[in-house]
């Protein structure tokens, strides 16, 4: 079964920091490009950021609100995707989903998601 | 940035209705753009990709059409599954993919 699972989230300072991982398991993780989204409560979906495979040398790019703040990993030996949020705001509050698409490529077409963890910044 | 609009924001609509979602993006995007549905507490999931290509699994009464800048999204038969939030999105600009700020569609 492909599946994503996130974990990390939880309550955290303005300024400070947390990391959020991803497990993923039921496809080939390494040659999948992975992505960020995360959705503010009753809003909408937000896409956070990409971390390319080895064959595109792991670069990563990241929307204008995170960039800066936020830096994308992985660790293909542990099928794992990882954010590193710092310097947090209280508009970072949201959930955070992993997710990818199995179209491979340069596809933004996510097929396969987490189920998503909370993130919450408030002093 | 692209920005992706959606109408209505919301609707009420009972089973068996024909319901149509219209997505316009402020550029043209070509046919890059994927229809999800998302239900309360969950992660979305795909239904339409490249504006008109159904993913695998989902029912035939949801279909996509429209390239450039307008896009509908058509459930031809509402059925009490189907009631959720719909959200666009393009995926012109990848990685750089925008959303739109979605429809929600609840019972009559």
């Known amino acids: 079964e492909v599946q994503l699972v996130e974990s990390g989230g939880g309550l955290v300072q303005p300024g400070g920091s947390l990391r959020l991982s991803c497990a993923a398991s039921?496809?080939?993780?390494?040659?999948?490009?992975m992505d960020w989204v995360r959705q503010a409560p009753g809003k909408g979906l937000e896409w956070v950021g990409r971390?390319?495979?080895?064959?595109?040398?792991?670069?990563?790019e990241y929307a204008a609100s995170v960039k800066g703040r936020f830096t994308i990993s992985r660790d293909d030996s542990k099928n794992s995707l990882y954010l590193q949020m710092n310097s947090l705001k209280t508009e970072d509050t949201a959930v955070y989903y992993c997710?990818?698409?199995?179209?491979?490529?340069?596809?933004?077409?996510?097929?396969?998601w987490g189920q998503g963890t909370m993130v919450t910044v408030s002093s | 940035d692209i920005q992706m609009t959606q109408s209505p924001s919301s609707l009420s609509a009972s089973v068996g209705d024909r319901v149509t979602i219209t997505c316009r993006a402020s550029?043209?995007?070509?046919?890059?753009l994927n229809w999800y549905q998302q239900k309360p507490g969950k992660a979305p999931k795909l239904l339409i990709y490249?504006?008109?290509s159904l993913q695998s699994g989902v029912p035939s009464r949801f279909s996509g059409s429209g390239s450039g800048t307008d896009f509908t999204l058509t459930i031809s038969s509402l059925q009490p599954e189907d009631f959720a939030t719909y959200y666009c999105?393009?995926?012109?600009?990848?990685?750089?993919?925008?959303f739109g700020p979605g429809t929600k569609v609840d019972i009559k």
């Open positions: 550029q043209s995007i070509s046919s890059y």
């Open positions: 490249a504006a008109s």
């Open positions: 997710a990818s698409s199995a179209y491979g490529g340069n596809s933004a077409a996510f097929d396969i």
């Open positions: 971390t390319r495979n080895k064959a595109n040398s792991y670069t990563t």
């Open positions: 999105q393009q995926s012109y600009s990848t990685p750089h993919s925008t």
């Open positions: 039921g496809f080939t993780f390494s040659d999948h490009y």
